[in-house]
């Protein structure tokens, strides 16, 4: 009876003693899940948003549930690039949403991509993308993981007066939005530039400092710049990329068992991403045509000026202080074998 009732009393401490272990020793024992904050500045409700929200139940579903990824759209985190990176440093949050604005502030190498009238067109983007990807995902992956790639549209001009050629752009003060070597480009051919805020584009425009911006038209319809701008130049001026991006101690933390799974899965997004930007941006141009935007269509003569006068002197900015030379001379050599 004695070892009975000692046995009983051994039992009970037991049980009151794990009772009262910290639950975050249980969620270890059973596998605790990867929590991942992933940060979008896109608008919610659009394909982008939906492709995101897709991949956070994907992820759950392949790793039962091991992998929770929430998303927090339209820069509910944070609506400027550098300070998500800042966040995604310092793991306040473990994924967002870049454009080549913030991958370019881990790796400046991807501004190259857009060096204007570098890259024309979507066939160009996609053969060159294809062969310098796995470069420039090795130097981001020094400091983070690259998810995935995508398109995030082409910057236009929008002006208060009607662009053909360079010369009827250099008379108007031009917003350069957030991406200093772009604005150190286009001074150095002569263009009156003006460094602008995101959030200070249409103050400029409306109170007369500007006349004119080059950014995409997923970003100038829903921001009413064509409100003031009412004139775009349909020509693409430079492709700007995104990119999904995770720091490495939350991709570590990820059973390397899942790893393939999920990047099949990224993939497939990446690809949906793609054509959705597409749609955005058709969509985009018709909405702000129908409510009153011009479109200011080129013919090949006047495509060709802007060639030969700003594109031709691209290569003067490729001294790694602009734009990387290597990488420069690595598409300039693709490009010329795509346009044979």
Not at 202 to 223: E, F, H, N, R
Not at 232 to 244: F, H, T, V
Not at 284 to 289: D, E, F, G, P, Y
Request: some cysteine.
């Amino acid at each position: 009876m004695k070892k009975l009732f000692l046995n009983f009393l051994i039992m009970t401490c037991t049980i009151a003693m794990t009772m009262m272990l910290p639950v975050s020793l249980f969620a270890q024992r059973r596998g605790a899940a990867v929590e991942i904050k992933l940060a979008s500045i896109v608008p919610d409700n659009t394909d982008w948003s939906r492709a995101l929200d897709r991949l956070a139940k994907e992820w759950y579903n392949a790793t039962n549930g091991q992998v929770v990824v929430s998303v927090y759209h339209g820069g509910q985190l944070g609506s400027l690039e550098k300070d998500l990176l800042r966040k995604l440093k310092g793991n306040t949050i473990q994924a967002a949403v870049f454009t080549s604005v913030g991958l370019s502030l881990i790796a400046p190498e991807v501004l190259t991509l857009s060096a204007p009238f570098f890259i024309r067109n979507d066939g160009e983007l996609d053969y060159v993308i294809n062969a310098v990807k796995s470069e420039l995902e090795e130097k981001i992956n020094r400091q983070y993981f690259m998810l995935a790639w995508a398109k995030s549209g082409w910057l236009k001009v929008f002006s208060r007066n009607p662009v053909r050629v360079p010369s009827d752009l250099k008379s108007q003060i031009v917003s350069s939005v957030e991406i200093p070597i772009m604005n150190t480009a286009f001074k150095s051919m002569g263009f009156q530039m003006q460094q602008t805020d995101y959030n200070g584009v249409l103050i400029s425009l409306t109170s007369g400092k500007t006349d004119a911006v080059y950014q995409t038209p997923t970003y100038a319809a829903p921001m009413q710049i064509f409100g003031v701008a009412k004139n775009m130049m349909n020509l693409n001026i430079a492709p700007i990329m995104g990119g999904i991006v995770i720091n490495q101690q939350t991709w570590r933390k990820i059973d390397d068992q899942y790893k393939p799974k999920l990047l099949a899965i990224i993939k497939e997004i990446e690809r949906e991403i793609g054509g959705a930007i597409t749609k955005l941006e058709n969509e985009a141009v018709q909405v702000m045509s129908r409510n009153g935007l011009n479109i200011i269509t080129l013919t090949r003569a006047e495509e060709q000026v802007w060639y030969n006068e700003v594109g031709s002197k691209i290569s003067a900015l490729a001294n790694d202080k602009v734009f990387n030379r290597s990488l420069y001379n690595k598409i300039n050599i693709l490009l010329q074998q795509y346009r044979k």
